[in-house]
């Protein structure tokens, strides 16, 4: 059957061909190009690399040549992990070639037992985003709340495991019959962390998130536990009492819907800007049944976590603007509604889905040419392209 | 054979498409002056001769180095084309039947045009070689365009240098033509839809701007630093090695290692 236009093509090369023929063909590389864990180049992978490349059809070198251009040199790679309704768990890299959004793009996993990568050629970038906004996308509409907070990547990290605490409770709760327990041990809380942190199962919030929040190994220890759990208090999360921990109004809200979640994604972007300048960026998106969250790692400063309830819309206007890597990604905050507290606090959900303000402040990007634009402006002031 | 071909291996493969093009033709001379076409038998020898030369161009195609030669200033991909940077007598510099791979090239790319500052002795080829001026050049009525901007950079051809304008768009939608392929009367491409496209443009020299200055300043032209292997882009007149170039102004044109004086009837 015939490929039609902008399915993607899939392609597969041994690992250790990679990089021999990147440097038989003088391909430009830049810094990101050692992300991946490619085999070095010998006299034996040169060779053998040399005899597949010969084998190849005219057609299948035009695509390979692309993909290994797109190897050496990328401008973005966006490590992707998705979870759906805790059932699959979908991992990905993204490979950009090009600053400007909806160029093509590559999608690199691991095949055999990681001897070989499986390159699937996308003819636009989108044809991705938009498969991640159809995991945000699905279940109810989602509303919005008014309710923001920026606090350690720690405790953050100690917020996820608390909500999965809770699940847990709940889950057990159910089989036993029980009430729904509202209150937990810290000690309880301690456990879950390092659980969390030494077994990977990324059904659960704390370990899915793990890969993004870039948490120190020697971070957790009782006492830095217990100064979370108290700046947690503060920005009005949680209630402490002796060794007892509960939810707030605005925690259990976070709670409720972060660990009932349909769909979670984590995204980390690795970029360059023009001038070759690497940067990096974090984001995870939660799909509640009814509340989407936004957790936007390194913020102003590069140790917190901004967390925040955004509209769908919004959700796919930050999707086209992280990957538009028209400069090294910098850590994006997407609009939020006015006057976001410093601390948490709920409103009650609008009584409908909001639709998300076009000027709400989120960064826009010219859609021809990529650069950043200027509020107000009918046209895009690097290119001229008209702005919708 | 090693993909890309060594210069030796380019060399052999030239020298034997080189004699049996010549023994082709003596044969089909002899097949015309044998008494005309109708009567004349087939010849298994020139049929295996065509055969071999088809071949060989086949063996050149398919290794012809594709090089970094540019940088889109819109996307900052890399620019990779084909060239034959071992000389002009290869068959990519031949201007009415060069011999390249289909081009794939990325979204913002243009039109790739050149120049060649020559040093002699110049190769002999039994073919036509028109590699432009000898000093960069660009075509305002392509350059002047809001959605085009141009990268010069140099890259050896041989002995000679060569210097690369490449024209990029932030628009796929531009109604300007794209220029000939440097060295070639015409432009062909297979875009990222996998549609291929040809062409052909040609503006003669008087429409070319050699004053680079302007253009550098307007950021309409950019261009890398020789031997930069990062291709990185560079803005502003200052220090740029371009501006210094000296040579003719004239388009050349070269067969059999001669230029023709001007005012010579090319057979082309």
């Given amino acids: 059957m015939e490929k039609r236009e902008g399915e993607p093509k899939t392609l597969l090369i041994a690992k250790d061909h990679v990089r021999p023929l990147i440097d038989r063909f003088g391909m430009v590389k830049n810094e990101l190009s050692g992300l991946f864990d490619l085999p070095a180049s010998s006299a034996t992978a040169d060779g053998a690399a040399l005899a597949w490349w010969q084998a190849r059809t005219d057609e299948e070198q035009y695509t390979f040549r692309a993909a290994l251009a797109a190897l050496a040199s990328p401008v973005l790679i966006a490590d992707t992990g998705v979870n759906i309704r805790n059932e699959r768990l979908i991992d990905t890299h993204v490979l950009l070639p090009s600053l400007r959004w909806n160029d093509p793009a590559f999608l690199v996993a691991s095949e055999n037992g990681g001897k070989q990568l499986r390159l699937e050629y996308l003819q636009k970038a989108d044809l991705f985003t938009n498969t991640l906004f159809l995991y945000l996308e699905s279940g109810a509409p989602a509303y919005t709340m008014e309710m923001k907070f920026e606090i350690p990547v720690l405790d953050f990290a100690v917020l996820l495991a608390c909500t999965d605490l809770r699940q847990r409770a709940r889950f057990r709760a159910l089989l036993d019959h029980a009430v729904f327990p509202s209150v937990y041990k810290s000690g309880d809380i301690a456990a879950g962390l390092t659980e969390g942190i030494a077994y990977p199962d990324p059904r659960w919030l704390l370990p899915f998130a793990l890969p993004v929040l870039h948490l120190k190994a020697d971070a957790l220890t009782p006492d830095s536990l217990r100064q979370s759990l108290e700046r947690l208090a503060k920005t009005g999360l949680v209630k402490i009492d002796r060794d007892t921990v509960a939810f707030t109004e605005p925690g259990e809200k976070f709670a409720e819907s972060a660990g009932g979640r349909i769909s979670s994604i984590r995204l980390d972007l690795f970029g360059v800007d023009a001038s070759g300048v690497p940067g990096r960026q974090s984001v995870i998106l939660i799909r509640g049944e009814h509340l989407l969250w936004y957790a936007g790692v390194g913020g102003k400063k590069a140790d917190t976590v901004v967390v925040t309830s955004i509209t769908l819309d919004q959700a796919g206007e930050l999707l086209k603007e992280l990957f538009t890597p028209a400069a090294a990604p910098k850590p994006v905050v997407p609009a939020k509604p006015a006057a976001a507290p410093a601390v948490a606090q709920v409103a009650a959900p609008a009584a409908a889905p909001q639709k998300a303000s076009a000027a709400g402040g989120a960064k826009k990007f010219c859609p021809s040419c990529g650069k950043p634009l200027r509020q107000g402006l009918k046209f895009c002031s690097s290119c001229g392209a008209k702005i919708s | ?268």
Avoid at chain 2, 37 to 57: C, F, I, R
Avoid at chain 2, 122 to 142: D, N, Q, R, S, T
Avoid at chain 2, 226 to 255: E, Y
């Fill in chain 2, 1 to 268: 054979m090693q993909t890309p071909f060594s210069q030796k291996e380019r060399q052999e493969i030239l020298d034997r498409y080189f004699a049996e093009h010549r023994q082709w033709l003596d044969l089909d001379f002899q097949s015309v002056t044998s008494g005309g076409n109708a009567g004349t038998p087939a010849s298994p020898e020139k049929d295996m001769l065509a055969a071999s030369l088809a071949g060989l161009l086949d063996l050149y195609r398919r290794n012809l180095p594709v090089l970094p030669l540019s940088r889109c200033p819109f996307t900052q991909q890399v620019l990779y084309h084909s060239l034959d940077p071992f000389g002009i007598d290869g068959p990519w510099w031949n201007y009415t039947a060069p011999v390249h791979p289909v081009e794939y090239v990325m979204p913002g790319f243009h039109s790739l045009t050149g120049a060649l500052r020559l040093q002699e002795p110049v190769e002999k080829a039994p073919f036509l070689c028109v590699p432009g001026p000898g000093i960069p050049y660009v075509v305002p009525e392509i350059l002047s365009d809001d959605h085009i901007r141009a990268v010069l950079s140099s890259t050896p051809v041989g002995k000679h240098t060569g210097y690369l304008i490449v024209y990029f768009t932030d628009d796929p939608g531009v109604r300007v033509p794209r220029m000939n392929r440097w060295g070639a009367n015409r432009w062909e491409l297979l875009d990222r839809r996998g549609t291929f496209t040809w062409g052909e443009f040609s503006p003669p020299e008087s429409r070319f701007d050699f004053d680079l200055r302007s253009w550098i300043e307007k950021e309409k032209l950019l261009w890398i630093l020789p031997q930069d292997s990062t291709l990185s882009l560079r803005r502003g007149s200052a220090d740029c090695p371009f501006l210094a170039c000296t040579g003719t102004k004239k388009i050349q044109r070269i067969r059999n290692g001669k230029l023709p004086a001007t005012g010579e009837k090319e057979d082309i």
